[in-house]
């Protein structure tokens, strides 16, 4: 019990670390270097200039982080799933318990409706300190130096060195476990089998068992590429009238911001729960799934929208408009040539959420049309090491997915985009 209760902590530490580094790290990259270097001209230490200017500037961005990792864990679903068991239920594992294995939907709904409770107040306590965080922090270009002093450089060598441990050893692990054979051969009864095989990859092409649900991993990655593709349509289609709104907001909009924001901490399972209950048969048409999937990606969608979209300078809007061009040719000439890389950024979000995408998905999705996730889980879900090693091999095609869109999203990244 002990043990299970580690790796759900060590699990969520591991997905959520990024967050901080991402919220905390940037509000950091926008601090004036004018003000540590007044106060080291009056005397102060490191210590105290962390203390008395650099700690106050950040306590807003260290409390949405804070608040958006709780709001995260607080609706963690595949890790407790996964990894807990009955000893470590939660809420969200409830809810899928009973919707599917003990099909109770009135009790289902109540725990739903106490989740989103809690979720609304987190979400506005997440929206007001996140806006005290684009405010007080105006975009800059950072003018900090490595480290010259010994301390220092010894000190990120070694941060370095444990997020290497940490952060790349269990994805490392993945297309390593999937390559290792681990188990007995097929057929075989006596001695484990070790060594480098295929075997996993190859298995995955092969319905030895005759299912009538089997799908080929080709087809699981062409689902879910396709969710993703209208996942990125339709979060775009509804992320900008959304993001042009909150730019500069009125009270209407602000009151709506934390509505908007909403799905970001919301349960996937939740959400999924609420097509049941409004759709019912209608849920056979696997339009739902990407439709689930935009409600999850859009909050990331207007968050990294909505930095570029207020940067825009109204009066080259105006000026454009006094020269004779009309709305769209505005649009077209000012507001496209700035929004064009946050766009890219922001489908890019919407694409990884899709493809990892897992709560929604497996209330969701029909048999024939699993995605890499659910194909996962359903390997998982059933017992012996060649489920395992499939498991591992199409996890390692997700990943492989996955990586090249993370890439995509550095690369593209505006150097002056909010914080999610």
Avoid: C
């Avoid at 207020?310 to 408009?321: G, K, V, Y």
């Avoid at 498991?391 to 090249?404: C, E, I, R, V, Y």
Wanted: glycine share 6%.
């Amino acid at each position: 019990m002990r043990s299970s209760f580690s790796l759900i902590l060590l699990a969520h530490i591991f997905y959520n670390t990024t967050i901080v580094i991402r919220i905390v790290g940037n509000a950091l990259s926008r601090l004036d270097p004018k003000l540590e270097a007044a106060a080291r001209s009056l005397g102060a230490d490191t210590f105290h200039v962390w203390k008395n200017i650099t700690l106050p500037l950040l306590r807003p961005s260290l409390l949405a982080a804070a608040l958006l990792v709780f709001m995260f864990d607080f609706t963690s679903f595949g890790v407790i799933l996964l990894l807990g068991g009955s000893n470590f239920s939660t809420l969200e594992v409830e809810i899928y318990l009973r919707v599917l294995k003990l099909p109770n939907l009135p009790l289902a709904a109540l725990l739903s409706i106490i989740q989103l409770i809690f979720t609304l107040i987190f979400s506005i306590l997440y929206t007001r300190t996140i806006n005290q965080v684009t405010t007080q922090t105006a975009p800059r270009f950072s003018t900090s130096r490595p480290p010259k002093n010994h301390p220092r450089k010894n000190l990120r060598y070694h941060f370095l060195h444990s997020a290497f441990l940490f952060f790349f050893l269990p994805l490392i692990s993945l297309p390593i476990r999937s390559l290792t054979r681990l188990e007995a051969d097929r057929g075989q009864r006596g001695e484990v089998q070790y060594g480098f095989t295929t075997d996993y990859y190859k298995e995955l092409f092969i319905n030895r068992r005759g299912s009538l649900f089997y799908v080929p991993p080709i087809q699981a990655a062409a689902n879910s590429l396709g969710y993703a593709s209208v996942t990125v349509f339709l979060s775009l289609a509804l992320g900008y009238p959304a993001a042009y709104a909150l730019a500069k907001p009125t009270r209407l909009e602000k009151f709506l911001d934390p509505l908007i924001m909403l799905p970001l901490g919301s349960s996937a399972v939740m959400l999924g729960l609420g097509f049941i209950i409004s759709f019912g048969r209608s849920l056979a048409s696997p339009w739902f799934v990407p439709i689930a999937h935009t409600l999850v990606a859009l909050p990331f969608v207007i968050r990294t929208l909505q930095p570029a979209l207020a940067s825009i300078p109204e009066r080259l809007r105006q000026a454009a408009s006094t020269l004779g061009a009309s709305p769209f040719r505005v649009w077209q000439t000012v507001d496209f040539p700035i929004l064009s890389r946050a766009t890219l950024s922001a489908a890019t979000f919407a694409f990884t959420v899709s493809l990892g995408e897992f709560g929604a998905t497996l209330l969701l999705t029909r048999p024939e049309y699993p995605t890499i996730p659910i194909a996962i889980q359903r390997f998982l879900s059933q017992p012996g090491g060649l489920n395992f090693g499939q498991a591992m091999a199409m996890a390692t095609l997700l990943m492989l997915l996955t990586t090249l869109a993370i890439l995509a999203i550095e690369k593209l990244r505006l150097s002056d985009s909010g914080e999610f």
